[in-house]
């Protein structure tokens, strides 16, 4: 089993097979905790420059997190509310599979979120399905997962 946030890896001794990139782009909202995203990912800095490569990741949703846009769970200290229900707005037909997850947390504001993907709530439930979203980082949008320019109004700051 791998770590679901990506912060601990392995390195097989015996020559057998390392943990593959999964077939599709998955984001799954965790109620009360960080976006768990899993796929081909690449985060890359505002200028373009990569932060990292991997195949599964933990991204801080509740904007305390000190180590942003990783989550470092401080959410828990700071009991952060969200039931990760998301209306569903997946209307769209586009596949998740096999293609680049580009995720650039842009400067004191959302992440940029590039590729096919699908977005599930906590229920498992497909909540949007596309080629781009903008996902709230900061803890204060009335539309989580999805940003909608409450960063600006509470002075968010990364």
């Not at 899993?38 to 932060?51: E, F, K, Y």
């Amino acid at each position: 089993m791998c770590c679901p946030t990506g912060a601990l890896h392995y390195e097989r001794k015996d020559g057998g097979q390392m943990e593959t990139v999964p077939d599709e782009n998955v984001i799954r909202i965790s109620a009360n905790g960080p976006l768990y995203v899993r796929g081909d990912i690449q985060i890359t800095a505002p200028d373009g420059s990569l932060i990292l490569q991997d195949t599964r990741v933990a991204l801080c949703r509740c904007g305390a997190s000190t180590n942003k846009p990783f989550c470092d769970n401080t959410h828990l200290q700071i009991a952060f509310q969200d039931t990760a229900a998301g209306a569903s707005t997946a209307s769209e037909k586009i596949s998740a599979a096999r293609e680049k997850l580009n995720i650039t947390p842009l400067s004191n504001a959302p992440l940029k979120i590039k590729g096919g993907m699908e977005i599930r709530n906590a229920n498992e439930e497909v909540i949007f399905r596309g080629q781009e979203a903008s996902l709230c980082r900061c803890g204060g949008s009335k539309n989580k997962p999805f940003c909608d320019g409450s960063h600006s109004q509470i002075g968010f700051s990364d």
